[in-house]
């Protein structure tokens, strides 16, 4: 595994991260909330965003308006069940949600999931460190480079995958600020 396939590995990570960040609420209406959701459309559980335009009124609503109006009740059912805490409203064509400000209590659930998501990042990143480092040691030890070379590689693996660990505490940092903030 060269240096290149590393960072192109962990910035994938990273990305991911940072999806499963926009997925939590602010206090915003923003239509990333729903990226998650998964609606059953002829026995097949679809994303949200696969039958519907998603889009944001205002600061306080998201309107959803589905592309075949059969699966309306869907749609609404997938949200209501959903771990967001939003209710949607349904007026025979189009989906609003409202939604409403965060509770202090609900914002520092919305922390903590923020920090499970980093970790996960974190973890994942960790796993393509160990990889690299594996394939090092396999290289050393089959002979195709010396011991110092080794571990000059396992040096640099680890360098690239603290970066990329403290961009993702960088970004829990700025995702908490936001979800705080009243």
């Known amino acids: 595994m060269n240096e290149q396939d590393i960072k192109t590995n962990m910035n994938k990570s990273i990305e991911a991260t940072q999806r499963n960040f926009n997925t939590i609420r602010t206090g915003r209406a923003n239509a990333s909330l729903l990226d998650r959701i ?24 998201i309107s959803i308006q589905p592309f075949d109006l059969s699966c309306l009740q869907a749609i609404e059912k ?3 069940i959903s771990d967001l805490g939003i209710t949607p409203n349904n007026d025979g064509k189009t989906i609003r949600i409202n939604v409403p400000p965060l509770t202090e209590e609900r914002r520092k659930e919305f922390c903590k ?27 050393e030890k089959d002979g195709s480079i010396s011991l110092d070379e080794s571990r000059d590689n396992q040096q640099k693996i680890q360098k690239i995958t603290d970066q990329f660990i403290s961009s993702i505490e960088s970004k829990l940092e700025e995702k908490e600020k936001e979800i705080l903030k009243v």
């Open 38 to 61: 998964s609606v059953e459309y002829y026995g097949t559980d679809t994303p949200l965003k696969s039958l519907a335009t998603i889009s944001t009124q205002d600061s306080q609503t």
């Open 113 to 139: 999931l923020a920090s499970k998501y980093a970790e996960e990042g974190k973890v994942a990143l960790r796993n393509i460190r160990r990889d690299a480092i594996d394939k090092e040691k396999k290289d």
């Open 78 to 80: 997938a949200i209501s």
